[in-house]
């Protein structure tokens, strides 16, 4: 597919998208009269052509995951006719199953039942908004199904169609009941006693994964170049290529997170000839190489300035690559010195990570290029040996496997990457958290190694692309002279804000000096991180310490001392997990209030919310979700006491049910910002 109909595609996907919400929206505005009322043409039509557009959009989602991940989305008849295994018994239920996903079985169940002969029939559930009287969630297929039929001339309409489906409904203990609404709604009614029994599990087991099928996944992110120190641009790779991580090993997959260091090229002689030069006698006694940036700046002005020395330079990359000792030594003392830089950012951002550079798939450049010159893959385009992604269509940009002059590329060294994780890390997902403008290298990438038979069925390339950090004036993040900023420099200013923050909070006056550098630190990297997760990842966002450090509305301040006002409750009533556990066994989890239900419902939806990020690798949404949680507990626990006092300030009643509420919630909350690599603290 060219970069120009991926376009095109997601253009399509954009306006389907607007359509969808303003239908929606007239739908809603309808809606609110008599939705038992089906008369209405107005209403018929914007029912039908709301499904219509829906079914369509998620089409063409699917068409674009297919065409970046190679699978196809057709389904055989066999496939369509599948039954899923369905839920029958509440005590055989976990705190880990997704609500969503088991209410797609029901409803899948039901559908096929009813109508047999529908090939793959669109199976559409979705929230159903703030109002309950319209359900919990709702099945929208009827209207979309209605459409299919009368294309076969069977005559219907949706709400027909929808009664038909709910006499075949299967009974599920996460649903207490189903009602046909409008002209073909299916509103679903959640069961209480499943919520409660959900979160009685969270609070004896605490908050585990839901199952999936356990593969190998390949996450390459962060990949500053050595003699380079790591600036602004290198932040959003390694937050978001860490965050995707730890969703993913939460889900009990096999993560590899790889950083694919610029550690190898021609600018690694210019290096070793400026070492040999300033400190000849570095081979005995460790240069003191404590700025890096300034190392490669003198070097590169010689290199620029001094023929000479360019001429060394050269030298000194070709007994490099043959493998001479003493050359060997001095790119390994340079490349150490830039590690250990890289490691201290990495520390401060508690950030995991195999360093795995150019330099490990060097040796197996020669084998990729030999295996493709026998396979003939390569065209020869005026001395150079090219490689195209389809060996008909010689559309885009092809990949530079050998240039002119008999040297290796990047696109060599890419190859021979992808080729080391398929065939020596079996990997099954491969995952590049770069900036977007490389989204075309990769689409590339991944043609040619399909192309080639590296990459085989079922394995999957993913390009993960962010947009560029902007300063408050909307253009690119630079210090005032101009200079890309240091990101060692940027975490600094976050450390002394934060503290600025919590001292005129009057924090320093109530918290131990060891609490206080705990929620300095907490605050200043968690909101630097939380500032670029909660963005939609492909777009630019602007870069602000004062929008970070505000603790009110989706941030990591608000959600942070959200968090610690749960966790205080508990403490005010002093009552341990031990207790609350043990009252949990006695009388159980019962939720009465309909402030209670309603966090309730939204503290059900984590599976949902991490089976969602890992397939989509948005982390924006499991932002969403925390701002939600919290936003949906300060409602409950203004209309929910969870401790009385008496006016002497004696605690006299705690309500144990809400206490045991507050502490789901918090758990949930807490592995939420875990998974988004932010740190938590007792007290702030």
């Known amino acids: 597919m060219s970069d120009l109909d991926q376009k095109q595609l997601e253009q399509r996907t954009t306006k389907a998208e607007r359509e969808v919400n303003a239908i929606e929206d007239e739908l809603q505005r309808i809606s609110e009269g008599d939705l038992s009322y089906t008369g209405d043409p107005q209403l018929e039509k914007l029912l039908t052509d709301n499904e219509k557009l829906k079914h369509r959009l998620a089409i063409l989602e699917n068409a674009i995951i297919a065409e970046s991940s190679g699978v196809s989305v057709k389904h055989t008849k066999k496939e369509a006719r599948k ?205 003191p190489i404590s700025d890096l940036q300034a190392f490669y700046k003198e070097s590169k002005k010689r290199f620029d300035e001094d023929e000479a020395f360019k001429k060394r330079a050269y030298a000194c990359v070709v007994h490099l690559q043959s493998g001479q000792t003493d050359y060997i030594a001095a790119w390994k003392l340079i490349c150490e010195v830039s590690r250990q830089e890289f490691q201290k950012i990495y520390d401060r951002l508690d950030i995991k990570i195999i360093d795995r550079g150019e330099s490990f798939y060097h040796s197996r450049m020669n084998t990729v290029v030999q295996e493709l010159k026998d396979g003939g893959y390569l065209e020869n385009d005026e001395g150079r040996l090219i490689m195209w992604g389809d060996s008909e269509k010689h559309e885009g940009i092809p990949l530079t496997i050998v240039k002119s002059d008999g040297g290796y590329t990047y696109d060599t060294s890419d190859m021979a990457t992808i080729k080391q994780r398929v065939q020596e890390e079996k990997g099954d997902r491969f995952i590049y958290v770069t900036d977007v403008g490389q989204y075309t290298h990769f689409v590339i990438i991944e043609a040619c190694a399909r192309r080639a038979g590296i990459l085989k069925s079922g394995q999957k390339v993913e390009h993960v692309g962010f947009g560029v950090v902007l300063g408050e004036d909307k253009k690119k993040f630079k210090t005032r002279s101009g200079d890309t900023i240091k990101l060692i420099e940027l975490l600094d200013e976050g450390l002394k804000r934060s503290l600025d923050k919590l001292i005129e909070k009057g924090r320093d006056k109530v918290l131990t000096p060891e609490e206080l550098k705990q929620a300095q630190e907490a605050v200043a990297y968690g909101c630097i991180k939380y500032a670029d997760l909660s963005h939609n990842r492909v777009n630019d966002y602007v870069f602000s310490f004062d929008k970070m450090l505000d603790d009110k509305g989706n941030t990591a301040v608000y959600l942070l001392y959200a968090l610690t006002r749960i966790r205080s409750i508990a403490r005010t009533a002093q009552i341990t997990i031990d207790q609350l556990l043990a009252e949990v066994q006695k009388s159980g989890f019962k939720l009465s209030h309909d402030s209670e239900w309603k966090l309730a419902k939204v503290l059900l939806r984590f599976p949902e919310v991490i089976l969602k990020v890992s397939n989509d690798l948005y982390m924006h949404s499991l932002c969403e979700y925390l701002y939600e949680i919290s936003s949906t507990f300060t409602e409950f626990y203004d209309k929910c006491y969870c401790v009385e006092k008496d006016n002497e300030g004696k605690v006299v009643k705690i309500i144990y049910e809400r206490l045991m509420l507050c502490e789901v919630t918090a758990r949930i909350m807490e592995k939420s910002l875990d998974i988004l690599g932010i740190k938590t603290v007792s007290r702030m």
């Not at 969630?137 to 076969?152: D, R």
């Not at 096999?254 to 070793?272: A, E, K, P």
């Open 83 to 287: 039954r899923p295994t369905l839920i029958t018994d509440i005590k055989s239920v976990e705190g880990n199953v997704c609500v969503l996903d088991e209410l797609k079985n029901v409803f899948e169940a039901a559908i096929t039942s009813t109508y047999p002969d529908l090939v793959d029939p669109p199976i559409v559930i979705t929230l159903s908004g703030n109002n309950p009287k319209f359900g919990d969630y709702q099945c929208n297929s009827a209207m979309a199904i209605s459409q299919l039929l009368k294309a076969k001339n069977v005559k219907t309409n949706p709400r027909e169609v929808a009664n038909n489906i709910l006499n075949k409904t299967p009974t599920s203990p996460l649903i207490e009941r189903i009602e046909v609404a409008g002209a073909g709604f299916l509103n679903i009614y959640l069961n209480k006693d499943f919520a409660e029994h959900v979160l009685n599990c969270i609070l004896r087991f605490g908050v585990k994964p839901p199952p999936v099928k356990r593969e190998k996944i390949i996450v390459d992110f962060s990949s500053p170049n050595i003699a380079k120190e790591m600036h602004v641009g290198h932040l959003r790779s390694t937050i978001i290529g860490d965050s995707i991580c730890r969703v993913l090993e939460f889900l009990n997959q096999d993560v590899l997170r790889i950083n694919h260091l610029g550690d190898w090229g021609t600018q690694f002689g210019m290096l070793i000839a400026h070492l040999q030069d300033k400190f000849p006698n570095f081979k005995t006694h460790s240069p």
